[in-house]
């Protein structure tokens, strides 16, 4: 197995865009190992998934200076899951289908380290509270587009009762596993943040095509959180094999 070290840096933004999604929608999408982990909403069981959107800075192997660290726009697709482990114990997290990134040093670094990493290009916008984002990789006709604002609570009609119980749905699902750029294995990796604080988003507008290839009346956009200026590792996990496909990219 190939040693992968521990990396250090500072979430300088992350935007976590989430949608509800019927859990049957998910099974073409999901490797065998994991099901979704649902939350009980207004309208029934849903899943979640959705973009990542997060800037990162100063990232380095742990234990060299910050000054040296590489600054890169990131976006991660996620779907939240539940998962045996070995001992028999329900473990929790999030499948990540697709990384993009603005760095080639990262594609190239990151996807021997914790899953194949596309290059992608990214354009941002951030002030006086808003955010406005969109990434795009024209090779796979992938794009992710969000306009936000800092609000005070969720959206009416969201899944979650409150941001206290969006926020622990999100800080259980630390530990991420992504194909590999052979495709043959599912590469672990844990966020492990210095603290943990998210703040509510209002969206004007949202686009994420992936989720776009599920039926139209099988997701729906719940809500979007805002982390902001956090310490953070990216610590190696174990990696599984491929049970099953996922679907070819577009």
């Given at each position: 197995?190939?040693?992968?070290?521990?990396?250090?840096?500072?979430?300088?933004?992350?935007?976590?865009?989430?949608?509800?999604?019927?859990?049957?929608?998910?099974?073409?999408?999901?490797?065998?190992?994991?099901?979704?982990?649902?939350?009980?909403?207004?309208a029934g069981e849903r899943a979640?998934?959705?973009?990542?959107?997060?800037?990162?800075?100063?990232?380095?192997?742990?234990?060299?200076?910050?000054?040296?660290?590489?600054?890169?726009?990131?976006?991660?697709?996620?779907?939240?899951?539940?998962?045996?482990?070995?001992?028999?114990?329900?473990?929790?997290?999030?499948?990540?289908?697709?990384?993009?990134?603005?760095?080639?040093?990262?594609?190239?670094?990151?996807?021997?380290?914790?899953?194949?990493?596309?290059?992608?290009?990214?354009?941002?916008?951030?002030?006086?509270?808003?955010?406005?984002?969109r990434m795009a990789n024209v090779a796979h006709d992938v794009t992710v587009e969000v306009d936000a604002t800092a609000t005070d609570g969720l959206p009416e009609g969201s899944v979650f009762p409150d941001l206290a119980a969006a926020s622990a749905y999100h800080e259980c699902g630390a530990v991420g596993y992504c194909p590999t750029p052979s495709g043959d294995r599912l590469a672990g990796v844990e966020l492990a943040t210095d603290e943990w604080h998210v703040e509510p988003l209002s969206v004007a507008s949202v686009r994420a095509s992936f989720f776009e290839q599920l039926p139209d009346d099988a997701v729906a956009f719940d809500n979007a959180l805002l982390m902001r200026d956090i310490g953070h590792e990216w610590r190696p996990r174990r990696s599984f094999t491929v049970e099953q496909s996922p679907p070819p990219e577009r």
């Open positions: 197995m190939r040693w992968v070290p521990t990396f250090r840096g500072v979430i300088d933004r992350r935007i976590l865009v989430n949608f509800a999604v019927e859990p049957a929608a998910l099974d073409p999408v999901l490797p065998d190992r994991f099901r979704p982990r649902t939350v009980d909403g207004p979640i998934g959705g973009v990542c959107c997060i800037r990162l800075t100063a990232m380095r192997p742990r234990g060299l200076p910050a000054a040296i660290g590489v600054t890169a726009e990131n976006a991660a697709h996620r779907i939240g899951v539940e998962w045996e482990g070995d001992d028999g114990e329900t473990r929790s997290g999030v499948y990540v289908p697709r990384r993009d990134t603005s760095s080639r040093l990262v594609s190239v670094f990151g996807s021997r380290s914790f899953g194949r990493h596309h290059h992608a290009d990214f354009a941002v916008s951030e002030g006086d509270g808003r955010y406005q984002l």
